[in-house]
């Protein structure tokens, strides 16, 4: 490990700011993704460190590890080294999860490793994340790396894209060198179409720009990393979006206080529902209205995106875990064909010549790939034709589906635009679709 | 600079009502995929939280699994008194196994009398999963507790030998979980993998739920050890040449006495511990687990051989 990855550490016994009285802004999931070298994990490290997220022992762990590894300063970029595993191979498997908090928000990082089956762990690591940093070396630019991940990060449909580029100590703190890369960085994103892309220059290494502005580069007037998480949107549904509530489960307590209940479980994942809304089950099309909107001891007038609820209904329609529940005439009709983006996750590639399973919302149904137009080459950044998908391949699907399923665009509404392929002789989970 | 993306502008679910809707969303997904679900349900803090969050799941209707303690006969007796207190309030069955049965039994071999049994949990955990055929157990562990546990997924699949294979472990994207398994073969089940320890207390002071009285600052005799504090009871008798003291302490995990620390503490009440916590110095583990400070990958290991 060399010195460009250690960063030093404050003294343990520095206190984290008390978190009291600061505006409760929800909760922002962010995904961090560059190259091996670009400084991922000395800047998670970084960010971590000056939020005063790393408590005392495991700062002494690292410092532990730091001088047994023979290292002058502690490396921070230990602090999300893993598994036992990982360690034996000197590499990182698996997507890890992080948490700080800056008493207004609270973070959740997913970290995708930068090499060892990557697209794989980027797309999962994308697939719950609002925003991605894409980290760019200031002394190499856009490299087709950066690219990748930028087009990956759009595949999954993430709404934001921060372009970190890092290691500006290392170019004499250049305004001319930040302004190129953000220059061509720019100019590919408007041909991806991504609608809001930000940059900013940091030194992960010194901290400048990423909590704190530091002093060496006053000629940047945007704002801070920390910053720019902290104004990015939380609220992961816009206006607009229509009602999607999958069910999940079916309450029938059947006791003599509650000898008729029947409560519709599950999550509202996009839109708003109130009390009295009319709505449709699907894919019956049978029609009836919301009655209450329960949660726990509460009665609530109305739900938005991402609460738990549960429902109940003026009529006793029949409604069962799989269904959607949708405000009538909006919901998306049932098909039996759907196209999809499919990201393959197995070692044993995709053959369409086998049927699968496939879990879209809270529902199951066989499904069988009938044509693949085509895979995505990453590296030339061109469609290819394919007759499989191996591991780490992207590629554009039809699929054939056993039973009906109201499925949205994964562009209109993720959770009800996505599935995953579950292969059936093992169980495993195999494949991530995003529905075209 | 003004907002990312301005047409945004629907006020968030404040931070702990996500994650309270992630946690019923898990545990509703346990509800729709298993058969046999139980919830391991310990008398702390963690396993408190996934009870409120499984009344807001699935209320008005019985729990639609049992509850699962596993006893290793080293637990303090307020926590036990809580744990069959709080399961009859609720009036969902309790399902107690115990590590002095696997011991009696022969399926637990002790190096020494006293030694702590957290490891051993496995077994018993284990046998009770095969005894009552649970195709998931729900637990509470948070990956924020250790480093093993950062990279463990929600659904969490285990093999016919309970062992958790980290390189092998299902992708899981979105939130669309995969319990498919074999005969013989479980999930564990994390619903509240993204909550942090303040999270967790800060969700206890909201819904004002009740803890065991050891959570809270009370005086106890203790003596001080490699940088630990630890509590002076039958099972831990001060070793030669060390001085008792008393001291205002609370647990901030309740486990197996001979390896569960207190730390100096005079924090009274839920709100005051959420206090304590936002400015805590130590991880929960670190300050209150002596057994998981014996080498960086003593979590990962016990996983592996079936640990919750």
């Known amino acids: 490990m060399s010195t460009a990855s250690t960063i030093a550490a404050v003294p343990a016994s520095d206190p984290a700011p008390a978190p009291a009285a600061c505006r409760e802004d929800g909760l922002l999931r962010f995904l961090t993704c560059g190259s091996v070298d670009d400084g991922k994990s000395t800047l998670i490290g970084r960010l971590l460190h000056d939020t005063r997220s790393i408590l005392a022992d495991a700062l002494h762990a690292i410092e532990r590890t730091s001088r047994r590894r023979g290292l002058e300063a502690v490396d921070l970029s230990l602090l999300t080294d893993g598994l036992q595993a990982e360690r034996e191979q000197g590499i990182t498997i698996d997507v890890a999860y992080r948490y700080f908090s800056t008493g207004s928000r609270k973070y959740i990082i997913a970290d995708a490793p930068g090499h060892e089956q990557y697209t794989r762990n980027m797309v999962t690591a994308a697939s719950t994340a609002h925003l991605a940093l894409v980290l760019v070396d200031a002394r190499k630019g856009v490299v087709t790396q950066t690219r990748r991940h930028a087009v990956i990060a759009h595949l999954v449909g993430i709404p934001h894209l921060v372009f970190v580029v890092n290691k500006l100590d290392l170019v004499g703190w250049s305004e001319e060198a930040f302004a190129r890369i953000e220059a061509d960085a720019r100019d590919f994103a408007a041909r991806l179409g991504i609608p809001d892309v930000r940059f900013v220059p940091i030194s992960a290494l010194h901290g400048d720009m990423v909590v704190e502005r530091g002093a060496s580069l006053g000629w940047y007037r945007g704002p801070t990393l920390l910053e720019l998480l902290e104004r990015a949107p939380a609220a992961h549904s816009a206006p607009g979006e229509r009602f999607r509530f999958p069910v999940q489960w079916v309450c029938r307590p059947h006791t003599r206080e509650h000898h008729d209940f029947r409560g519709f479980a599950g999550r509202v994942e996009s839109g708003a529902v109130a009390v009295g809304d009319a709505v449709q089950v699907l894919p019956s099309g049978r029609t009836t209205r919301v009655k209450e909107i329960r949660l726990g001891e509460e009665r609530l007038a109305s739900a938005g995106a991402e609460q738990s609820v549960m429902l109940t209904l003026e009529d006793e329609v029949d409604v069962s875990r799989g269904d959607l529940l949708v405000h009538p005439g909006e919901g998306p009709p049932p098909t039996r064909t759907v196209d999809a983006l499919v990201c393959w996750l197995s070692e044993r590639p995709l053959s369409p010549a086998r049927r699968y399973l496939v879990r879209h919302t809270t529902r199951e149904t066989r499904a069988q790939a009938s044509e693949i137009a085509w895979r995505l080459d990453l590296a030339a950044l061109e469609r290819v034709p394919a007759d499989g998908l191996a591991m780490n391949d992207i590629g554009r699907v039809t699929l054939r589906l056993a039973q009906p399923l109201a499925a949205d665009r994964y562009a209109d509404a993720r959770p009800t635009g996505a599935f995953v392929v579950i292969d059936e002789a093992t169980n495993d989970t195999v494949g991530a679709g995003m529905i075209q | ?308």
């Open chain 2, 1 to 308: 600079m003004t907002d990312i993306h301005p047409i945004t502008v629907r006020r968030p679910l404040a931070h702990l009502d996500w994650l309270e809707a992630e946690a019923i969303h898990v545990l509703r997904e346990v509800a729709g995929q298993c058969a046999n679900p139980a919830l391991l349900f310990s008398g702390g803090k963690d396993s408190i939280c996934l009870l409120r969050l499984a009344e807001k799941a699935f209320r008005p209707a019985r729990f639609p699994f049992p509850l699962l303690h596993v006893d290793t006969g080293h637990n303090y007796p307020e926590v036990v008194a809580f744990r069959d207190r709080r399961a009859a309030e609720l009036g969902e069955r309790l399902v107690v196994r115990s590590v002095e049965d696997s011991i009696r039994e022969g399926k637990v071999v002790l190096a020494r009398p006293d030694e702590p049994r957290n490891r051993h949990q496995s077994v018993t955990l284990l046998d009770a999963v095969a005894e009552h055929g649970f195709d998931a157990c729900i637990g509470g562990a948070r990956r924020d507790e250790e480093k093993a546990r950062a990279k463990e997924r929600v659904f969490s699949f285990r093999d016919d030998l309970g062992q958790w294979d980290p390189k092998h472990q299902r992708p899981e994207l979105w939130s669309l979980y995969n319990a498919r398994i074999r005969r013989g073969e479980h999930i564990r089940a994390f619903p509240i993998s993204n909550w942090t320890e303040l999270d967790v207390w800060q969700y206890l002071a909201r819904e004002r739920l009740e803890l065991p009285s050891i959570y809270f600052a009370h005086r106890r005799p203790v003596v001080r050890r490699g940088g630990a504090l630890v509590p002076v009871t039958d099972l831990t008798p001060p070793r030669p040449g060390e001085r008792v003291e008393v001291v205002s302490v609370r647990f901030r995990t309740v486990g197996d006495i001979t390896c569960t620390a207190p730390v100096e503490s005079t924090a009274a009440t839920v709100e005051e511990i959420v206090a304590e916590t936002a400015t805590a110095t130590v991880t929960e583990r670190g300050a209150t687990r002596l057994d998981d400070q014996t080498s960086d990958a003593s979590m990962e290991q016990r996983k592996k051989e079936g640990y919750f």
